[in-house]
Each structure stands twice: as structure tokens, then as C-alpha cells.
Antibody, heavy 113, light 109 residues
Framework: QVQLVESGGGVVQPGRSLRLSCAAS????????MHWVRQAPGKGLEWVAI????????YYGDSVKGRFTISRDNSGNTLFLQMDSLRVEDTTVYYC??????WGQGMLVTVSS | QTVVTQEPSLTVSPGGTVTLTCASS?????????PSWFQQKPGQPPTTLIY???HRQPWTPARFSGSLLGGKAALTLSNVQPEDEAEYYC?????????FGTGTKVTVL
């Protein structure tokens, strides 16, 4: 069955960096576009980024553009989100999503001094 | 900055019908925005109900239907069940990036 397991979250100070990973299994990872979506506590969903199946195309939401980088390793079936210059408002649960059809369980990132 | 607007809350009786809408600040929503709809219950990740305006996922009950209505994307819940009480989000495609709607809280009462 399809599984998406996020990891790499935790507590980080403002201005620092963090790298999230999403391990995919149960499907042919290299044939699907992948997204990151986030949700602040008690708030709505915010689309973060997308990467095409081969990694050649990437797009970002306005609030993370220039600070976050999405990437993937198709040989290792893993999706990444490199988050730099983190801000307090980046404190959210980050979801890995397969082509907008299947969602991971989410990973909490807390940015706090 | 693009804003996608949904009704903040709607209430429906069990067995009734309710329609949620999704409007874009850039103008009329068309099929080219590939509207998707998601359901989220408290403490759970979202699940995908509808993609490309009106296509159900294999796990989506037939009482959920998607359409375009008056320049907006729409999600209609028919024969509403108590378990349909949840937050619903739309998502629109803008030729590269996507934007989520503000979300609609559906209460079944």
C-alpha cells in the first residue's frame, strides 16, 4: 500500500535551517509529481511546493519562495524540503503529498528561540 | 497575491444537501484551474475527495460531487451523513504554483 513517512522535524531557532524528508513506498515514486503542504496549528492548509516526477520543474508558494528548496532522489524514493532562514511563522505541520491524491501523516516543525 | 475564498462555515441537516464554493481573486474559475477538494477531520491529515473539477478518488463516496458553478468551483454534498462533518478545502492551479482556499467548516446538525 502507498506509504509516505515524513521525518526531520523538530525545534529550531529562527534564522536556522532544517531539512525534511519523506520516504515513499508502495508505488513507483519516479512517476509521480510530489508536493509539500503545511498547516499551522488551528489554521488552514497552505500549499508550499511541487516538484515534477523527474525533478526538472519546481514551483513554490509566495511565503517560502527563495528560502525553501524542494528536491527528490528517485533512486532512493525520497522527497526533501530544505528550509533555510526559518521564521517563527514557519511553525506548522508539514505534509508530503503524492500528486495531490495521497497524504502523509505530517511532521511538526517548531521555530522558536 | 492570489486569494482563494470559500464560505467560512455552513450547516446542513442529516440527509440534506449543501454546496460549497471556491472563488479566485484572479477571476472566474475554469477547468484549467484543475480544482481539487479535500476533507479534513480534527487531528487527521486531509484526504482527497475530488480532482480536476469533478473526478472522484476511488475512495470518495458518490454523494460528493464537484462542478463549476457561476465562475466558481463547487463541491456538493448530497444525502449528508453525520460523518461528513469536517473542514473542506479547495485547491486551484495557477500554471505552476497552487493556492488553497480558506476552508469551509461543515456542521451536520
Amino acid at each position: 500500500q502507498v506509504q509516505l513517512v515524513e521525518s526531520g522535524g523538530g525545534v529550531v531557532q529562527p534564522g536556522r535551517s532544517l531539512r525534511l524528508s519523506c520516504a515513499a513506498s508502495g508505488f513507483t515514486f519516479s512517476t509521480y509529481a510530489m508536493h509539500w503542504v503545511r498547516q499551522a496549528p488551528g489554521k488552514g492548509l497552505e500549499w508550499v511546493a511541487i516538484i515534477s516526477s523527474d525533478g526538472s520543474k519546481k514551483y513554490y508558494g509566495d511565503s517560502v519562495k527563495g528560502r525553501f528548496t524542494i528536491s527528490r532522489d528517485n533512486s532512493g524514493n525520497t522527497l526533501f524540503l530544505q528550509m533555510d532562514s526559518l521564521r517563527v511563522e514557519d511553525t506548522t505541520v508539514y505534509y508530503c503529498v503524492r500528486d495531490l491524491d495521497f497524504w502523509g501523516q505530517g511532521m511538526l516543525v517548531t521555530v522558536s528561540s | 497575491q492570489t486569494v482563494v475564498t470559500q464560505e467560512p462555515s455552513l450547516t446542513v441537516s442529516p440527509g440534506g444537501t449543501v454546496t460549497l464554493t471556491c472563488a479566485s481573486s484572479t477571476g472566474a474559475v475554469t477547468s484549467g484551474y484543475y480544482p481539487s477538494w479535500f476533507q479534513q477531520k480534527p487531528g487527521q491529515p486531509p484526504t482527497t475527495l475530488i480532482y480536476s473539477t469533478s473526478h472522484r478518488q476511488p475512495w470518495t463516496p458518490a454523494r460528493f460531487s464537484g462542478s463549476l458553478l457561476g465562475g466558481k468551483a463547487a463541491l456538493t454534498l448530497s444525502n449528508v451523513q453525520p460523518e461528513d462533518e469536517a473542514e473542506y478545502y479547495c485547491l486551484l492551479y495557477y500554471n505552476g504554483p497552487y493556492v488553497f482556499g480558506t476552508g469551509t467548516k461543515v456542521t451536520v446538525l
